[in-house]
């Protein structure tokens, strides 16, 4: 099997690494491709390096550092790197924080999977909650531990798939049950507000620095969806797209007398 690795947090980062471990159970060395962003690209969603050159350096004979967005990394490894043979599946992260809900309309994570999905190669998009009370060696000994057997699962039943999919995991920071029992098949949101907050600070009468966080906590609008499950200690999976339009809308809008 010959699998496509990416992420959105850069090419040095830990969760990448846990990535190619998991991968490397999956596959063999010279099968598994590692083109990840050279600097960390966390919430730059599905955005292009648009007309602007970007440097692109061969770090070993299947690793390249991309100057530019996860999205550019994939574009770069499906239309040139791996073009005359395409991998079979593409897989971002490991994230440093969870991509639930409206979350992954941010994520860069998350659209290194979409765009793989767009060019017809199954993707997986993996996360990694943490609590920031609590301090581990290493966060993502428990994905590492499951990561391999949960891809495959999803590959064997999706691979031959005529319409190639994308799906977001999530792993909780502290799980509920062993694997697979901790494992939910979960919708994505919604929540209450966005993860969003802007902190502003007067430089001058007409100057500002502003800074955007995310919050801590989220109050969900539902029972049973992706954001609860992981919060409550199991790993979600949910299928995720880039069909956006909400059908109830789009029969009302057609009706609008314009």
Not at 7 to 35: P, Q, Y
Not at 50 to 57: A, D, M
Not at 63 to 92: Q, R, W
Request: glycine share 6%.
């Amino acid at each position: 099997m010959r699998i496509l690795i990416t992420n959105d947090d850069g090419f040095n980062a830990n969760g990448i690494k846990s990535l190619k471990k998991i991968a490397l159970e999956m596959s063999t060395e010279e099968n598994i491709f590692v083109v990840a962003p050279s600097a960390n690209q966390s919430a730059k969603s599905r955005s292009i390096t648009y007309k602007t050159n970007f440097e692109i350096i061969k770090k070993s004979s299947n690793e390249y550092s991309v100057g530019g967005t996860p999205t550019d990394c994939i574009i770069f490894a499906l239309e040139y790197l791996m073009k005359n043979k395409k991998p079979d599946l593409v897989l971002s992260g490991i994230n440093w924080g969870y991509n639930l809900a409206e979350d992954v309309f941010y994520s860069g994570t998350v659209a290194a999977a979409l765009e793989g999905a767009e060019r017809g190669i199954l993707s997986i998009a993996l996360s990694q909650a943490y609590n920031s009370e609590e301090k581990k060696l290493n966060p993502f000994l428990f994905a590492e531990g499951c990561g391999s057997k949960l891809c495959l699962s999803i590959y064997k039943s999706f691979s031959n798939a005529r319409e190639k999919m994308a799906f977001n995991v999530n792993f909780p920071s502290t799980i509920k049950v062993e694997y697979p029992k901790c494992l939910k098949v979960m919708p994505s949101g919604p929540i209450y507000k966005s993860n969003s907050v802007i902190n502003i600070k007067s430089k001058s009468k007409n100057s500002y620095n502003a800074r955007i966080d995310s919050i801590n906590t989220h109050l969900s609008s539902a029972l049973d969806n992706d954001y609860i499950n992981c919060m409550s200690g199991y790993i979600t999976v949910s299928p995720v797209s880039m069909h956006v339009h909400k059908e109830s809308n789009f029969e009302k809008l057609k009706k609008v007398q314009f």
